[in-house]
């Protein structure tokens, strides 16, 4: 007599995978709600003029920093050509131009708190300190051995091999693929 196979088991769903589609759905119900609400006050043509406005700052936003990191990127590639300084930073006027486009963009979606959230990145200490605050957060996630760079810049190449986890069957039959550059 066989036995029937075990029960899959259930994988967790991860808080983030059950939390997101909740508040994206939360948020689209406050952003139409609100629509309404000014919509009763002030009418439909200024909701419109709201959105459409939102929209050509948002695009306008957009085109800017894009022509600005163009030029940064221009300027870095001109620099490596010349070999002057290669891994000098850029000024700091030309950088943030990641919030800078994510405002526009929050600009462009329709809704008012999409639009407040756009507007607040458009104020450079609010960048800032975004920018401030994804760096802290992504330094946390990464490892450190994924960070490792020799003395002059370069980024050493490697691999990570864990010794926390068993290896799986015939992990050592097989040899490494070799490090390409």
């Given amino acids: 007599m066989t036995g029937s196979p075990p029960p899959p088991t259930r994988t967790q769903r991860s808080r983030a995978r059950t939390l997101v589609p909740l508040g994206i759905a939360a948020w689209l119900v406050l952003e139409i709600w609100l629509l309404s ?20 700052l948002g695009a306008a936003v957009i085109k800017r920093a894009g022509r600005r990191a163009f030029r940064t990127l221009t300027e870095t590639l ?3 050509e ?8 850029p000024d ?13 963009l929050l600009l462009m979606l329709p809704g008012l708190i999409s639009d407040a959230a756009g507007l607040l ?4 200490p609010v960048r800032t300190a975004a ?8 330094e946390r996630r990464i490892p450190a051995t994924v960070r490792m760079r020799r003395p002059d810049g370069k980024v050493v190449q490697g ?7 068993p290896p799986g069957p015939g992990a050592h039959d097989e040899p490494h693929p070799p490090l390409t550059r």
Avoid: C, W
Avoid at 46 to 51: K, Q
Avoid at 82 to 89: N, W, Y
Avoid at 131 to 138: G, T
Avoid at 159 to 165: A, G, K, M
């Fill in 121 to 124: 990145l458009l104020l450079p």
């Fill in 131 to 138: 920018a401030r605050y994804a760096e802290k957060a992504l």
């Fill in 78 to 80: 001109q620099q490596q």
């Fill in 37 to 56: 609400l000014v919509a009763a006050e002030a009418g439909g043509l200024a909701v419109l003029a709201l959105l459409v406005g939102g929209g050509v």
């Fill in 92 to 104: 700091r006027a030309s950088t943030g131009n990641g919030f800078l486009m994510l405002g526009g």
């Fill in 159 to 165: 691999e990570v091999i864990r010794h926390d986890t």
């Fill in 82 to 89: 010349q070999r002057k300084e290669p891994g000098a930073a």
